[in-house]
């Protein structure tokens, strides 16, 4: 079984390399033994999931980075206001169970505890940076876990009761499982659950006792929470992931769609960057290969030219499509002749690119692209930069097709 498995995921990782495409349905065949029930729902899940994706963000857009980096923000905030308030409400239970002097030892430690996540939640500034993300989780972690070793060396050799000792004793378990609600890597996922469980081995070390049979129970039920987040993290991510492309993907060539070019566009608008190039492609006769070899040959000879833009991409670059046969690339920071030089060479690149009818496969469909290209200005808006954009592709249009023409 375990074999099995293992194969699906290597199968699985060789042919699911792309970076935010939409991903292609294949036919899976199972086998029919004891094991096939769990064994077909680990292939349908192996074959959504590209195994790059989850275990590290080295493949991930920026735009989706920043998307999660958001969602991770709201949650991290969202929790940390939470447990600020609930931690005030077991005052009464010191006061119950403690002596005078404790009682005030950890009144005030619990005090600096739910004020330091009550600031923390309160930190509402760079929501959409993945690395202040990344240090919301970090911080969220670590205030309890001082809160952990610290009140357990003040509990160390008194004659606290059992009870409240025990209520103290669970914190580490339940930051573990609050830490399933954070969408994250699988490497981001080992490193926060490794620092509380290297927390959790250091209070036992300092306090003497974690060869005991209670502390290696706990370790051991520390271990199990810490692989039960893991896996839901990723799972989270994944859907995540899922919803971030139905948004954000046209569903036939895969690239991003309109709403993604306008927002970016507004972006680098609003960050006034005087060197953005925009291209603007349109499919000559587009039409005509629809009327001729039909709409699933059109949609092939789409693809087929979303696959050329793709080779010309750079993580710097925003392509995708406009709408219709129209397509857009938005090259910020980037030189006019550089630009017109890349331009030129897509235009090439359609000329050796062959497609073949879906209705007969020895019918080979030659397509071209006009392309406007259009610098921004000094304090131009998107909107004129479009319409920019839009006149140079209209000029090379009507000059004759399968050109590049740079606008006025």
Excluded at 41 to 69: C, G, Q
Excluded at 185 to 208: A, D, H, Q, R
Excluded at 215 to 221: G, K, P, Q, V, Y
Aim: charged share 20%; proline share 2%.
């Amino acid at each position: 079984m375990i074999s099995y498995i293992l194969m699906d995921i290597i199968t699985v990782g060789r042919h699911s390399a792309w970076k935010d495409t939409a991903i292609k349905p294949q036919h899976v065949h199972y086998r029919s033994d004891e094991h096939v029930n769990l064994h077909q729902k680990l292939r349908e899940t192996l074959k959504r999931v590209n195994p790059s994706d989850i275990i590290s963000t080295r493949l991930h857009s920026r735009d989706f980075l920043t998307s999660r980096a958001e969602a991770i923000s709201i949650r991290i905030r969202t929790l940390s206001l939470i447990f600020a308030g609930l931690a005030l409400l077991w005052i009464p239970i010191d006061f119950m169970l403690l002596d005078g002097g404790m009682f005030w030892q950890i009144l005030i430690l619990r005090v600096l505890f739910s004020t330091s996540l009550f600031a923390l939640g309160y930190w509402g500034t760079n929501c959409n940076h993945l690395t202040t993300a990344r240090l919301r989780i970090f911080l969220f972690l670590l205030i309890p876990s001082l809160f952990f070793l610290i009140s357990h060396q003040l509990f160390n050799g008194s004659s606290t009761d059992n009870a409240i000792l025990l209520g103290y004793a669970f914190l580490p378990l339940l930051m573990m499982a609050l830490l399933a609600v954070v969408p994250l890597t699988l490497l981001e996922g080992i490193s926060y659950t490794g620092m509380l469980i290297l927390f959790f081995v250091v209070t036992k070390l300092l306090l003497g006792t974690l060869f005991e049979l209670q502390s290696l129970a706990d370790l051991w039920l520390l271990l199990l929470l810490a692989l039960i987040a893991l896996w839901i993290q990723m799972s989270q991510l994944h859907m995540l992931m899922r919803l971030y492309r139905e948004a954000t993907r046209d569903a036939l060539t895969g690239l991003v769609n309109r709403r993604v070019l306008s927002t970016k566009l507004e972006q680098e608008i609003a960050a006034n960057n005087d060197k953005l190039v925009l291209l603007l492609f349109d499919l000559d006769l587009f039409k005509r290969i629809n009327d001729t070899y039909g709409h699933h040959t059109g949609d092939s000879v789409l693809k087929a030219f979303a696959e050329i833009l793709g080779k010309f991409s750079h993580k710097d670059y925003t392509m995708g499509r406009y709408g219709g046969e129209e397509f857009m690339a938005i090259l910020p920071n980037t030189p006019l002749d550089k630009a017109r030089e890349l331009a030129e060479s897509i235009r090439v690149a359609c000329h050796d690119y062959k497609v073949h009818s879906t209705e007969d496969d020895s019918v080979v469909i030659d397509f071209t692209t006009s392309i406007g290209v259009a610098t921004r200005k000094p304090g131009e808006s998107a909107t004129e930069l479009l319409n920019r954009v839009d006149q140079g592709l209209y000029n090379a249009k009507s000059s004759g097709r399968d050109l590049v023409v740079v606008a006025d």
